[in-house]
């Protein structure tokens, strides 16, 4: 009877001592696992917002604007476009549109170019009021086009200027609310129109 009872504490503590083995594996290879999702999901572009377009659809992101004070200069904020992200691709050919949403709270100008060019990308601006009563700025920004059978991407700068000439107490800690939209659709070429 003593003999059976040793066996199984001896066993108990075996299983206990195997769990804590395992439980501390596994605990080591999440990290590792997880570390490595970390890096490689990381943008190697210096940009402020990444959108990868893969099927038709929109997806929005809001831009936190930093503490913005008037000035003569643009405040730069760059964002990317791109058919592929981690080993994919899109499969069709896509034609996509920027909107820029924004509150009317500060005088703000904005201006879109592609990096490294400086021709305005602006093709509209409309103001509309909300069932709230808040006015909101829709900008309309011309896209691009991308293909199936390569990787690519289109850097832009978003500039924001807050005129030197708004340099007033009312203008003080108001926030703005800025959104980008990216709208993807399905590129149909002229010949099967």
Known sequence: MERKKKRRI???YIRVLLLIIAVLMAAGLIRTV???YKTTAQSTADVDLAYYIFKEQSISQVLKLQSILPRQQAYPYTFSVANNY???RTQTALEYT?????TTNLELLFNV?????STNLITGTTTVQDSDGTFFKHITVAGDE????QDQQNVYVLEITFPISLNEA???GIIEYIQLTINSRQ???????
């Open 10 to 12: 001896k066993y108990f």
């Open 34 to 36: 997880l570390a490595k």
């Open 146 to 149: 991308f293909g199936f059978t």
């Open 170 to 172: 009312e203008y003080e």
């Open 187 to 193: 590129k149909i070429s002229a010949a099967s129109a």
């Open 86 to 88: 981690g080993g994919e």
């Open 113 to 117: 170019h592609k990096q490294g060019e």
């Open 98 to 102: 920027i909107e820029i949403v924004t």
